[in-house]
């Protein structure tokens, strides 16, 4: 099985930080990779497919990069509505697998 | 507008069964691959299985922890697509989620039903 190690598990940042979180895969995955935002009670949403692709809809300050085993998503401004939790997930081979999850808390 | 919308979650005793549905609309259900995932409230996600399109051998994929448990089918002429679960485990209790599936990666998600195993 293909491990994904996502840090930070958590991190507190102030609204308008810069926020990186990253996953590494432990083989080359190529860019097969989604970032997606989760919120209590309410199912995840995609932010990012093909490791850097913005999913439509998704504000720009949200971006991903990143290709083989290291992989990046950045929140470039952070805003009030992004204090969530975020996943990576990897689809590049069976079984498909998450990141341990972010936890963005405010600061 | 794309959605989906899982039923049939619910209290069931320890090696019984229970069938999830998973049931969609707002676009062509038999064009699309679609995923199961669960989560235990509280933790992370966990991938349960996948079924093809048709067009892709209506194929079926399964996580390592439900291999042997779980089958995972389609019925497009009404746009379901359905999770058997059987001899249930104390460990499957979680919420259920299916979603779409788009070159291997889920887009949209339903919003989840919950299944707790208990006696």
């Known amino acids: 099985d293909i491990q994904m190690t996502q840090s930070p598990s958590s991190l507190s940042a102030s609204v308008g930080d810069r926020v990186t979180i990253t996953c590494r895969a432990s083989?080359?995955?190529?860019?097969?990779l989604g970032w997606y935002q989760q919120k209590p009670g309410k199912a995840p949403k995609r932010l990012i497919y093909?490791?850097?692709s913005l999913q439509s809809g998704v504000p720009s300050r949200f971006s991903g990069s990143g290709s083989g085993t290291e992989f990046t998503l950045t929140i470039s401004s952070l805003q009030p509505e992004d204090f969530a939790t975020y996943y990576c997930l990897q689809h590049n081979n069976y079984p498909r697998t998450f990141g341990q999850g972010t936890k963005v808390e405010i600061k | 507008e794309v959605q989906l919308v899982e039923s049939g979650g619910g209290l069931v005793q320890p090696g019984r069964s229970l069938r999830l549905s998973c049931t969609a609309s707002?676009?062509?259900?038999?064009?699309?691959?679609l995923s199961w995932f669960r989560q235990v409230p509280g933790k992370g996600l966990e991938w349960v299985g996948l079924?093809?399109?048709?067009?892709?051998?209506?194929?079926?994929e399964n996580a390592a922890s439900v291999k042997g448990r779980v089958t995972i089918s389609r019925d497009d002429s009404k746009s379901i697509a359905y999770l058997q679960m059987n001899s249930l485990k104390i460990e499957d209790t979680a919420l259920y989620y299916c979603?779409?599936?788009?070159?291997?990666?889920?887009?949209?998600w339903g919003q989840g039903t919950l299944v707790t195993v208990s006696s």
């Open positions: 079924i093809r399109s048709k067009a892709y051998g209506g194929t079926t």
């Open positions: 707002g676009f062509t259900f038999g064009d699309y691959d």
């Open positions: 093909a490791a850097s």
């Open positions: 083989q080359g995955i190529r860019n097969d």
């Open positions: 979603s779409r599936t788009v070159a291997g990666l889920p887009d949209y």
